[in-house]
């Protein structure tokens, strides 16, 4: 619903029922899904990841400034409800924590979309939203092959659309200096389902 929302922002502010000195900013907070692990009814980790990047970039695209992810690491199971954090919970404390692909995703979010007439759509934003110079690949066989080097606004936003492209491998970014790189992002579309983001504890 966001674009639902968006609209009742903006409605709102047309009509003068928003006080305010600045622009109406769209927040989205404690947004989140149970992981698989340590929830057995959360999302499965690759699942898990490509959502957490198409939903950063639905966010992007119909205006949202900021959004704030829940939790940061996961709670107790089974004594806790969410399952939710970007780290698994370690055994030991905090610093036996492991992270989540989701924390990839989170961090340096990337899709790629096939579209009818066989281009390619994709979008990402850059580590810490900084204006660093990246590479768009796919995987073809056991390597990856370059296909552009996108602009990269002051943000760290960049997209594009790609027309020649041969294969249905999956695509990344990767920053050219190589001290960062996106999770590989699949083509091939998973079947849409009913899921409750808490898991176990729906």
């Given at each position: 619903?966001?674009?639902?929302?968006?609209?009742?922002?903006?409605?709102?502010?047309?009509?003068g029922?928003?006080?305010?000195t600045?622009?109406?900013?769209?927040?989205?907070?404690?947004?989140?899904?149970?992981s698989?692990?340590?929830?057995?009814?959360?999302?499965?980790a690759?699942?898990?990841?490509?959502?957490?990047?198409?939903?950063?970039?639905?966010?992007?695209?119909?205006?949202?400034?900021?959004?704030t992810?829940?939790?940061?690491?996961?709670q107790?199971?089974?004594?806790?409800?969410?399952?939710?954090?970007?780290?698994?919970?370690?055994?030991?404390?905090?610093?036996?924590d492991?992270p989540?692909?989701?924390?990839r995703?989170?961090?340096?979010?990337f899709?790629?979309?096939?579209?009818?007439?066989?281009s390619?759509?994709?979008?990402?934003?850059?580590?810490?939203?900084?204006?660093?110079?990246?590479?768009?690949?796919?995987?073809?066989?056991?390597r990856?092959?370059?296909?552009v080097?996108?602009k990269?606004?002051r943000?760290?936003?960049?997209?594009g659309k790609?027309?020649?492209?041969?294969?249905?491998?999956p695509l990344?970014?990767?920053l050219?200096d190589?001290?960062d790189?996106?999770?590989?992002f699949?083509?091939?579309?998973?079947k849409?389902?009913?899921?409750c983001p808490?898991?176990?504890?729906?």
């Amino acid at each position: 619903d966001l674009r639902e929302m968006r609209r009742v922002l903006e409605a709102a502010e047309a009509a003068g029922h928003v006080e305010t000195t600045q622009n109406v900013r769209f927040w989205v907070t404690e947004f989140s899904y149970d992981s698989r692990p340590a929830d057995p009814k959360g999302l499965p980790a690759g699942l898990h990841a490509r959502w957490t990047s198409e939903a950063l970039y639905r966010m992007w695209k119909n205006g949202v400034s900021l959004v704030t992810w829940f939790l940061l690491r996961d709670q107790a199971f089974p004594q806790e409800m969410f399952q939710s954090g970007l780290y698994f919970r370690g055994q030991a404390g905090i610093e036996s924590d492991k992270p989540k692909p989701a924390l990839r995703a989170f961090r340096f979010p990337f899709v790629a979309f096939l579209q009818k007439d066989g281009s390619i759509r994709y979008w990402g934003r850059t580590p810490s939203s900084t204006r660093k110079a990246v590479v768009v690949e796919q995987k073809k066989g056991a390597r990856w092959v370059r296909l552009v080097l996108p602009k990269v606004d002051r943000y760290g936003i960049f997209q594009g659309k790609l027309t020649k492209v041969g294969g249905r491998g999956p695509l990344r970014v990767r920053l050219t200096d190589r001290s960062d790189v996106s999770l590989p992002f699949s083509l091939a579309v998973p079947k849409d389902f009913r899921f409750c983001p808490w898991g176990s504890f729906c």
